[in-house]
């Protein structure tokens, strides 16, 4: 059974950076297009990056480009995403999801994959 493992969480003051990786257990994981999502509390998870299997089309929301960077070792079979200049209001448990057809958008129903998320703190 594929599986996803996220990891890198923490709590860290604002301003820092912290860097996420998510690891599939499958070998072809590298042909999957994979996704991070964020949840914060009594809130909707919210897509922040995507790309595809290659690493050659990346997409992120709005309100994370120019912080976040989103890339992928298919030797490692991870994908990492890495966030710098972290805000309080990016606290959240932070998913990854992937999908076999190469999908890396932002709607979660598209995901046949989850993880089962990191947390992430931020501290003012």
């Known amino acids: 059974q594929v599986q996803l493992v996220e ?3 923490g709590l860290v003051q604002a301003g820092g ?3 996420l990786s ?3 257990s499958v ?3 590298s ?6 999502f964020r949840q914060a509390p009594g809130k909707e998870r919210e897509f922040v990056a995507g790309i595809s299997w290659s690493g050659s089309r990346i997409t992120y929301a709005d309100s ?3 912080r ?3 890339f992928r070792d298919n030797a490692k079979n991870t994908v990492y995403l890495q966030i710098n200049s972290l805000k309080p209001e990016d606290t959240a448990v932070y998913y990854c999801a ?4 190469g999908y890396y958008g932002g709607s979660p129903e598209r995901y046949n994959l989850w993880g089962q998320g990191t947390q992430v703190t931020v501290s003012s």
């Open 22 to 24: 998510c690891a599939g």
């Open 64 to 66: 994370v480009k120019g």
């Open 31 to 36: 042909t999957y297009g994979v996704g991070w």
């Open 7 to 9: 990891s890198g969480g």
């Open 68 to 70: 976040f960077t989103i």
């Open 27 to 29: 070998r072809t994981f």
């Open 17 to 19: 950076s912290l860097r």
């Open 98 to 101: 992937a999908m076999s057809s």
